[in-house]
């Protein structure tokens, strides 16, 4: 497809994707389910799209069991800490009976980690605190940064994960629905006066599980994450640009 014909689709797909999360708030707004509203609105409209988007593209090579590529650097909007810290409450008991305290190994992987930029969390290559046995175990509400994570080899991602490689071959429909799935959820959050930043995951999660009241907190406008914030790219440009895609 031309370049110029890609950059349409992927500016209508934002849009639509931002109207269809902006109904959703309006609709749940209020409401002590919306966070999972949204979050079962961002995971199914992730992986219809990239299922169309990487169709014709070769075989991705993740499959269950293999958490190669685990120590990546999560960050994630407040709703998608929010779902997981739902999810670790409401499964710790289980965990816990099976011998696995998430708590405690969010905390000592946040130590190990915390303040690392992306590019030094692969070299530092501390596995993420959710792996059990090679298998997420918060994979049904597992960050979209995790689900637009997907390579074409698994060969070289054990290569990089040894550090004897510096890439790896990632599929782009998956980054690029991933983007735009999560960009549009944030501009939507934005436009509601929700605090809609991204955040380091473990870091995010030690704040979320530390008080229940937090989603709450959040929903009032409160940056109730704030400390694990990631800003690579101001959000004052991140707003400009989703202003500018709107208007165009
Ligand atoms: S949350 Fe799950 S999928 Fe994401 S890095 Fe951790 S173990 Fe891997």
Not at 40 to 47: D, G, K, P, T
Not at 188 to 210: K, M, Q, S
Not at 223 to 238: I, N, R
């Amino acid at each position: 497809m031309p370049q110029a014909e890609e950059e349409d689709g992927a500016l209508a797909f934002f849009k639509a994707q931002h109207q269809a999360f902006s109904e959703t708030l309006a609709e749940w707004r209020g409401r002590a389910d919306m966070v999972p509203a949204l979050l079962a609105q961002a995971y199914s409209s992730f992986e219809g799209n990239v299922e169309v988007q990487a169709a014709g593209q070769p075989a991705i090579a993740c499959h269950k069991g293999c958490a190669t590529c685990c120590t990546i650097r999560v960050v994630a909007t407040a709703p998608e800490v929010l779902m997981v810290a739902r999810y670790i409450r409401a499964t710790e008991d289980a965990q816990k009976k099976a011998g696995i305290d998430l708590r405690q190994r969010i905390a000592k992987a946040d130590g190990a980690t915390r303040g690392h930029g992306e590019a030094q969390r692969v070299k530092l290559r501390q596995r993420c605190p959710f792996i059990e046995q090679g298998v997420c175990v918060i994979y049904p509400v597992r960050p979209l940064a995790c689900r637009g994570h997907a390579s074409y080899d698994k060969r070289a991602c054990a290569e990089a994960a040894a550090g004897r490689l510096d890439g790896i071959p990632l599929s782009m429909p998956h980054r690029m629905v991933r983007s735009l799935v999560q960009n549009a959820l944030q501009s939507a959050l934005r436009d509601v006066g929700y605090v809609w930043a991204a955040y380091e995951l473990n870091h995010a999660l030690i704040l979320a599980l530390a008080d229940e009241y937090n989603e709450e907190a959040w929903k009032t406008g409160s940056d109730v994450f704030g400390p694990a914030l990631v800003a690579e790219v101001s959000l004052d440009e991140m707003a400009d640009a989703f202003d500018r895609i709107r208007a165009s």
